[in-house]
């Protein structure tokens, strides 16, 4: 996001604020929000000058009805036709896995169709990434390739793997803290790994707040040079949660006025967001970020071993 509040394509320097509340806040409700809901956060992250809106995964099928109850799991150019038939400056984003697209030419890009295809991949599933991204990129649309966990990728292969990137159509690259485990001087070597590899490329942050850091992870990831970066509102999302949009906003907007439809949004659709008990911080899920592992593992079973194993060796007093 500017500080004029306007946006553009990848190759920009401006900053370029993301908006992950229903694709990544998905993973707390099975994607059912419903397509007012949908409808008006578009027009509140618009009026907030945020640049991109993601509303869900893109994987393979082909029609959509209106009974639908998780329709934003499997996003078509249908459903967005009927959603948002009249888009303003707020560019509009989907995600697709390696294994969820049919093989072909994907539609070529159109009023309807999404404006950035982020293709997320783990290290083992790159190539095939690349693949679609390429496809994509042919079709017309923007791309991002979001590399999943970097925590847990070895030096060596990181350096293959960006190697590998670099000679991809890619526009963006993102850096995913998937587990919530980097810190600020993680996140800061990382990006500048990630920014001397991948020269005329944009860099993108994605982070989770598993140790409460996911604020902190993004404002380093900027001032390191990120043009890219995720958040969602309340920092709703799978596991620990994102970084919060309000929070991030605030920060980059000294009048605060590109805050007040975030909040008026919020106000109205309370009810609408899942219960914290599906999302956000917890011991486990504190434990998986520190411990570096998946969120999946986050259990009360994790923090009993976590504990009788510390006292064990003597390091809680």
């Not at 499997?74 to 697709?96: H, I, K, N, Q, Y």
Request: hydrophobic share 40%; with cysteine.
């Amino acid at each position: 996001m500017s500080p004029e509040g306007k946006g553009g394509g990848p190759g920009h320097a401006t900053v370029r604020v993301l908006d992950c509340t229903v694709r990544d806040g998905g993973f707390a409700n099975g994607w059912c929000f419903s397509v007012d809901f949908v409808r008006e956060l578009y027009e509140a992250l618009d009026r907030a000058g945020v640049d991109y809106v993601e509303v869900g995964f893109a994987n393979a099928r082909e029609r959509w009805h209106v009974t639908d109850p998780q329709p934003w799991q499997w996003v078509t150019e249908e459903l967005l036709r009927g959603v948002l038939p009249e888009r303003r400056r707020t560019r509009v984003a989907v995600m697709v896995d390696t294994w969820g697209v049919p093989d072909g030419a994907p539609r070529p890009r159109s009023h309807a169709s999404p404006d950035l295809v982020r293709v997320a991949c783990r290290l083992d599933a790159l190539e095939a990434a690349v693949g679609l991204v390429a496809r994509f990129h042919e079709a017309g649309y923007e791309t991002s390739l979001n590399l999943l966990a970097v925590s847990e990728i070895p030096p060596g292969d990181l350096s293959a793997a960006l190697a590998r990137v670099a000679r991809s159509p890619a526009d963006v690259v993102y850096v995913v803290d998937s587990y919530g485990h980097l810190d600020p001087q993680a996140v800061r070597a990382v990006v500048g790994r990630f920014r001397e590899a991948l020269p005329g490329k944009a860099v993108g942050f994605h982070g989770h707040n598993n140790r409460q850091l996911a604020l902190a992870n993004t404002l380093v990831a900027i001032e390191c040079g990120a043009t890219f970066v995720d958040a969602s509102l309340l920092g709703m999302g799978r596991g620990a949660g994102n970084c919060p949009l309000e929070l991030l906003v605030g920060l980059r907007d000294p009048s605060h006025r590109t805050l007040v439809p975030l909040l008026r949004f919020l106000a109205l659709h309370e009810a609408d967001f899942p219960p914290r008990s599906r999302w956000g911080y917890s011991l486990p899920l504190m434990l998986t970020g520190l411990l570096n592992r998946h969120p999946r593992e986050a259990t009360e079973e994790l923090v009993r071993e976590f504990v009788g194993l510390t006292v064990t060796r003597g390091s809680l007093g």
